[in-house]
Each structure stands twice: as structure tokens, then as C-alpha cells.
């Protein structure tokens, strides 16, 4: 059975960092795409960062240049480095997996098999 575990969520002000982690378990695909989503309240769940076993990655254009996503495979941990955050950037955000397939531009969209349960960033201004 397939787990993702979020952490590292917080509050910080304006301008600050956070680094989140998913410790992902369950399975041992050689292909296979991990996101990153969130969600502020009263709005839709939306797509921050894909990437895939290859490397390859795609970013939300709300975040390019402040965020970096990253696995460490050994470890089977995704990774969601946060920089100059905004207000704007609050939300619940969860971590996704696609066992079976490299990253597509659907994925970014939500085309994810299994989520976790999501860890609260919070930015003030």
C-alpha cells in the first residue's frame, strides 16, 4: 500500500523560507512522478511542482525561480525547498504519486494515483 507522509509545514513571515518533505513508502518503481499541490482556502487545489525518477521537472509559474523541488531517491523522500515566500503562497500543501508513469503535463494538473494528508503553510505579511 502505497503512503505519502508530508512535513515541515509552518509559519513564517513574508520573504522567508520553509522546506517540505514527503516520505514516501510502498512501492519500488523504476518510472515514476511525485508532485506537489496546495490548496488556500475557498480556492481550488493547484499544481506547484512535478518531477519525475529521470530528473525532469515542471514548475507552476507562480513559483518559478523561489521554489525547487527534489528527490532523493535512496531515501525515497520528495522535497519541496520553499524561498521568498508570499502571503499568497499559504495553503495546505500535499505531496502526490504516480508509481507507474514519467511525469506528463496532466500530472501537473492532478493526474495522481495517490495523495497524502497534507502539511499547513501559513505566510504573513
Known amino acids: 500500500q502505497v503512503q505519502l507522509v508530508e512535513s515541515g509545514g509552518g509559519s513564517v513571515q513574508a520573504g522567508g523560507s520553509l522546506r517540505l518533505s514527503c516520505a514516501a513508502s510502498g512501492y519500488t518503481y523504476s518510472s515514476n512522478c511525485m508532485g506537489w499541490f496546495r490548496q488556500a482556502p475557498g480556492k481550488e487545489r493547484e499544481g506547484v511542482a512535478v518531477i519525475d525518477s529521470d530528473g525532469s521537472l515542471r514548475y507552476a509559474e507562480s513559483v518559478k525561480g523561489r521554489f525547487t523541488i527534489s528527490q532523493d531517491n535512496a531515501k525515497n523522500t520528495l522535497y519541496l525547498q520553499m524561498n521568498s515566500l508570499k502571503p499568497e503562497d499559504t495553503g495546505m500543501y500535499y505531496c502526490?504519486?504516480?508509481?507507474?508513469?514519467?511525469?506528463?503535463?496532466?500530472?501537473?494538473?492532478?493526474?495522481?494515483?495517490?495523495w497524502g494528508q497534507g502539511t499547513q503553510v501559513t505566510v504573513s505579511s
Open positions: 502526490a504519486a504516480d508509481p507507474y508513469r514519467y511525469c506528463y503535463a496532466s500530472h501537473l494538473d492532478g493526474d495522481f494515483d495517490y
